[in-house]
């Protein structure tokens, strides 16, 4: 580490150590990148745009690494970062035309939904296998108009991370979703 600098040395923590004109360059970088950018969301078309896969939020992160790269550090050039983010961009692009023609590939990188609750019953193994607790669950049940165990026909969790609730049409047994939230004796108004 530097130790040769003096605390508090204005220039110094707003500027930085770079000639004031290397500001110029990263305004120029910066254009650069958003047109590179504005390039890799046209490849990635308009399915890109909403909930993004687990292979797209990858994507996402290394596009954002090597953009924020190029232009924060003098000794990266332009052309580097735009080769990491074409190059990232159609080789994720071409694994996911692998993985919609081949389902091994597919169940491998975007992996496969999974069924947490079947018939009211919570399955305790698939949830500890996507790592998901019983209190999210239950809150994503109630978010989709559940207050019992017994109105859910099925919970699948998505590839996206959603989890969607297909309920039974009959009414629910009891509470059990509510239970849990709501202290009947103490918050809840008198039944009359």
């Known amino acids: 580490m530097k130790t040769d600098f003096q605390v508090f040395e204005w220039q110094r923590v707003f500027l930085g150590e770079t000639p004031v004109p290397y500001y110029l360059e990263i305004a120029l970088k910066c254009v650069i990148v958003f047109l590179i950018l504005m390039l890799v969301m046209r490849l990635l078309g308009k399915r890109g745009q909403q909930n993004l896969s687990p292979m797209q939020q990858m994507l996402m992160i290394a596009l954002g690494s090597a953009a924020g790269d190029a232009l924060l550090y003098p000794g990266v050039a332009i052309g580097h970062a735009a080769l990491i983010l074409i190059g990232i961009t159609v080789l994720t692009i071409i694994l996911e ?11 491998y990188v975007e992996s496969r939904p999974r069924v947490l609750v079947r018939d009211g019953v919570v399955d305790h193994d698939a949830l500890r296998k996507e790592r998901t607790t019983r209190r999210e669950l239950y809150a994503e049940l109630r978010l989709k108009g559940a207050c019992s165990l017994s109105q859910v026909r099925y919970a699948i969790l998505e590839v996206t991370g959603d989890i969607s609730v297909f309920l039974h049409d009959r009414p629910p047994r009891d509470d059990d979703l509510l239970d849990y939230v709501v202290d009947r004796e103490n918050h809840d108004p008198p039944q009359e």
Do not use: K, S, Y
């Open 97 to 107: 035309n692998v993985a919609e023609r081949a389902r091994p590939v597919r169940d």
